[in-house]
């Protein structure tokens, strides 16, 4: 039985107080000092892990002023504040041993757009792509590119002064922040924006901390201004973070926001941004240039500058591989042709084009096509490209390239290519010779790595592998670090291109020179205690020993993972790889990751958050000598009343109130609905279902089980003996009183009835066999060559029988001989709520079923979408060797290529909506819905969706109902309700046709159900 978890890091009682204070003060938005909060926000996409003090969600402007306000009262002066945005920082940028500030909860609103002037007003927590969503009916955007867009706030692009791909055009965030609203230490706030020399002098005049400000930070610019043009060097990604070099503007005016961007939340909060927005150009195109060499790619981009492109951006063979291995190829493969022929893709440049003159597009394009046809094949040069045009496709790409930075991650092995020095930059003329003496850095201590970026602008992501957990190879962040500074020192450049600096602010001084002083005379204007992030981008002078971070000296998460055994991180492999590249924060209601923390917008309800969580439980159980691999054995062997007085001891002790971190966890555990959309879009393909299931096996060898457990876990061994007689089990689910008992003491809502006409009954009338060795062997050659076997699951067999027979007809009519397979428990309701032993008992022999009659060559196919990818997935739990089992749209692509349907049909519209798992696990089968719509002259567009909120019983548990219906709405409801779509609505997965029937009353047909009807009329 394992431990109870009480005995940790507690916060400290000042920063106790401080929340208590805060809190009767008015503070409206959230306090969060509990573990689990705290060890969320511990780490982002950095290789450092720090523990805060709490996390604190500011609902408004107001809340941002009490929090400033109450740390500038002498019993607070030694409370750490630290702001935080989407926390994808690569440099430990906003992780602090403080408090944590993050605005991205409530703080992310768009306040206001005027399309005429082109600019918008935004809170600092609202996302990029959120804004370029709002902007783009009126033809605007945003222009800053980040690989990070989907979850990066408008605060953090600010405070890392971020930029992307296309900077040579469209420069850095600070080059398009027109005004901020910013909340000083002692709560005030400040509206800053480019000031006339009238406007400075009013503003010197004041007495306060803002005249103080304005007066030294004008005196630094006007008495160091020769050292300020010698030491910031002439770079497209300029020097950031208390950017002296353009204090001043072109137009000599005097802007503070040139401080603010980049100064990483260690001068002032931000909270509201006015920002300069731009036309989306009318035309784009994309060409895709094809090397046998990264070399040849990087000094091929100089020349390539020369044809006027928007942007060039560079992608090396491993990230270009891994990119291969990810459902984003899918989307991409066709652009990228490998020839026959033609040598191994060892580097690609991604040159585009945008124009608001089409034809002025094509000429540019057509020019630097000949261009590459005349010198394809020369040494040094490309061998082959492909040519995109439009915005829809061209973004494809640019997908594929965004999460290129995830994907490296995702290598193999324990070595993992990990952030450190991944952001340098130098002149774009110097770029090939400096990544070549970097790659000899990484050569000589035989390290893989792998490249991408910006070699317009002169900066290239280089992140080498090395397996943090191991004392040695974690010696080389120090190592190479110091050498890559000296490089970029050699070749003119800078070690933060574009990352900000965050612990990497050790190298500051270094870079500053004589300046550096000056920096720490601004840091002491704002912040004369060291209060805000500190340790970061410069020290307040007036801090005597005040000291920056070292990057070899802040706390990093491998020395907390090496704690964990080495056969327990591979049992829970999926949540040690997580990287926190952020990917599961995605904004977007569209898309299908993360359902539970869209809904819930709490970051330990995310796949980043239960990973977290999961590492930092397997090393306090570790540290108390508990093996988790062990235990579970443990738990599976032991019979049910062996343990059952200390599992009924222990859990009135929990409901009494007894603090155990295991609860903390299993809270966040239970909020997952095993949609599994995080293996499927993770690019480091974080498992949560898997690590999910098998921490549930083991808290429960602890704790009692919640009745609804059991009623899941045991339905289809049940609905077999319930369906021969359905009438008693459909009046009870149907009797308000007994729905009144379930919701409150079983713990489940809106249970579906059993169909009255069985589908064996149904088979019967259609003549069609159950599948069996002997039904198969009577078969004729014939009749094997278009025979199919649908392998049953409990939700379509028993709750939607006329589905199962729907598609017997359908196929039937498609000319191909059907069988059924005897119905046997598939087993994942009790993988999901972590049965793991009565599992792999019920897979066992459901596989064994499903491999005699896969032997008789006849293929299989399953009508429910994550049921039958189960077999795939799951069932790899209990060995390699499992049946194949395809979805339908997998097998009858190719089945009605090989057997073509005669005659015409009416073409229809119809808009499909795809199951979670489906469309993020088997991405290609979307694709082939179509293209059998196709086969029967039908068209059928794929609509964007995110989740509809039920995933298998999830939304039928009475503590999940609220959310359920809070993540349908984000997506689905609107959708389902337009009268744009009456009547051509269609959804693959059973939970979503059943969350549409139980919340809008509305019958979304199955694809198959629609082609009945198609193929009926011929």
Known sequence: MIPRLAELNPVQTLYLDFLDTLKHQGFEGDLNPDYANRVVLATDNSIYQVLPQGVLYPKNTEDLVRIARLADQPRFHNVVLSARGGGTGTNGQSLTDGLIVDCSKYMNRILEINPDERWVRVQGGVVKDQLNKALKPYGLFFAPELSTSNRATIGGMINTDASGQGSVLYGKTRDHVLALKSVLLGGECWDSKAISDEELAVHQQREGLIGEIHRVVNQIFTDCKAQIDSCFPKLNRCLTGYDLAHIRDESGRFNLNSLLCGAEGSLAFIAEAKLNVLPIPKYAALVNVKYDSFESSLRDAKALMDWQPTSIETIDSKVLNLAMGDIVWDSVRDYFPQEEGEPTIRGINLIEYTSDDEQDLKAKVEALCQHLTQIKGQAGKSFGYSVVYGAAEIN??????????????????????????????????????????????????????????????????????????????????????????????????????????????????????????????????????NQMNPGKIATPSTV?????????????????????????????????????????????????????????????????????????????????????????????????????????????????????????????????????????????????????????????????????????????????????????????????FIRAVMKRFAGMVDSPVICRHSLRQGLIERSVEFASVESIGRLTAAQRQRSVIIVQDAFTSYFETQLVLDLVDLLGRLGFNVMVAPFMPNGKPLHVHGFMKAFNKAAEKNAQMLKDLESSGIPLIGIDPSMTLTYRSEYKDIGDDLPKVQLIQEWLVDALKAFPVKGETTQHTFKLMAHCTEKTNAAPSIRQWQEVFAALGQKLEVLATGCCGMSGTFGHETQNYALSKEIYALSWSEIVNSPAHRGQLLATGYSCRSQVKRLDNQQLLHPVQALLGVVQTL
């Open 544 to 736: 005597e020993g005040a000291q920056l971070l070292k990057i070899d000296q802040v706390p990093m998460r491998g020395q907390h993972d090496r704690q964990i055994p080495v056969d327990v991180r591979q049992t829970y492999d999926s949540a040690m790889h997580c990287n926190g590249n952020g990917a599961c924060f995605n904004y977007d209601p569209q898309d299908a990751m993360c359902p539970s923390w869209k809904g819930t917008r709490q970051r330990i309800h995310s796949p980043k958050g239960r990973s977290s969580l999961i590492r930092e439980w397997l090393k306090l159980m570790s540290q108390r000598g508990t093996d988790l691999n062990q235990e579970a054995k443990q738990v599976r062997e032991a019979g049910f009343l062996t343990r059952l007085p200390k599992r009924l001891i222990n859990t009135v002790r929990r409901d009494r109130g007894e603090y155990d971190f295991s609860n903390e966890v299993h809270e966040a555990m239970m909020g997952c609905l095993a949609c599994k959309s995080c293996v499927g879009q993770c690019p480091i393909k974080v498992n949560v279902p898997d690590f999910r299931a098998r921490f549930l096996e083991v808290y429960y060898g602890r704790y009692m089980r919640p009745v609804k457990d059991y009623l899941v876990g045991s339905l289809e061994f049940m609905i077999p003996a319930l369906s021969r007689f359905p009438q008693p089990y459909n009046w009870a689910m149907q009797n308000p």
């Open 396 to 529: 494809k790409v640019w997908a594929m390239r965004k999460k290129a930075v995830g994907l490296l991650g995702n290598a193999q092995g324990d070595k993992r290519p990990v952030a450190f020095v991944e952001d340098t930059a130098v002149p774009p003329e110097n770029l090939a010779d400096f990544i070549m003496e970097f790659r000899k850095v990484l050569d000589d201590r035989g390290l893989a790595y792998g490249m991408f970026g910006h070699v317009d602008a002169g900066v290239l992501h280089v992140r080498p592998a090395l397996d943090m957990k191991d004392p040695e190879q974690e010696k080389m962040v120090r190592e190479i670090t110091d050498q890559v500074v000296v490089l970029t020192q050699k070749y003119k450049g800078l070690l933060w291109g574009e990352h900000g600096k965050g612990v990497r602010s050790e190298y500051a001084p270094e870079f500053f020179g004589e300046l550096y002083p000056q920096l720490q005379r601004i840091k002491a204007l704002f912040d004369p205690r």
